[in-house]
């Protein structure tokens, strides 16, 4: 079965730094690869979706990267404020949108 | 507002006790699907619906059922609920174009507590 695994359960960074998170995969090649945040309390929010054969995406201060030889995808946040704290999900579509697996996600803080 | 939402949002009963919870979504979107969230598992794919009067298994359909009779509406139906069906649920939808490139709109879930 698939199995994905979010870098840390917990990542600390300092406000203003790149936070990077990283998102590996074992068992399938996925044709997207979506990212989500979580705040408490609430359902996931959609950020960015990456294709199998996109290398990278970007959305103003977001970055995702897509390797699927590695079967990995990093996240990364540059110039982080604390409002960026929250908790990450990477999805992957299973099945031409039908069936998706999310990952346990990583919980970030963002220190002022 | 395009929403997802979800009734009740808190619910605890007991073991055996049969219960809905309800999802409804105002973005005609035709594809929905109910998760479970558990500490350290992250979100499981429990049922979803491409369509109208269809609907298909996820990771984890044992205990729980679903029915898609309107576009806009996909109850969760617990027959008899057990205690390690206590989790957080979260209903989605997206449209159906495009496959996996459509991004899931989420409620904001449902706290079941079994006992």
């Known amino acids: 079965s698939q199995k994905i695994e979010q870098n840390s359960e917990a990542l600390n960074i300092q406000e203003g730094k790149t936070a990077t998170l990283t998102c590996n995969y074992t068992?399938?090649?996925?044709?997207?690869l979506q990212w989500y945040r979580q705040d408490p309390g609430r359902g996931p929010v959609f950020l960015l979706l990456i294709r199998e054969n996109e290398k990278e995406k970007r959305k103003e201060r977001l970055k995702v990267t897509f390797d699927t030889t590695l079967k990995q995808s990093l996240f990364h946040i540059t110039a982080s404020q604390p409002a960026d704290s929250a908790t990450y999900l990477c999805a992957l579509d299973m099945n031409y949108g039908q069936n998706f697996v999310f990952g346990p996600g990583t919980r970030l803080s963002v220190l002022p | 507002e395009a929403q997802v939402t979800q009734n009740p949002r808190y619910l605890i009963t007991v073991t055996g006790k049969k219960l809905t919870v309800t999802c409804s979504q105002n973005m005609n979107h035709e594809y929905m699907s109910w998760y479970r969230q558990d500490p350290g598992l992250g979100l499981r794919q429990i049922y979803y619906?491409?369509?109208?009067?269809?609907?298909d298994k996820g990771d984890v359909p044992e205990g729980y059922k679903v029915s898609r009779k309107e576009k806009r509406n996909f109850p969760l139906i617990l027959e008899s609920p057990s205690p390690n069906q206590t989790s957080l649920y979260f209903c989605?939808?997206?449209?159906?174009?495009?496959?996996?490139?459509?991004?899931?709109?989420f409620g904001d879930g449902t706290r079941l507590s079994i006992l």
């Open positions: 989605a939808s997206k449209g159906a174009g495009g496959g996996g490139s459509q991004p899931q709109h």
């Open positions: 068992n399938y090649s996925p044709a997207y």
């Open positions: 619906s491409m369509n109208v009067e269809v609907t």
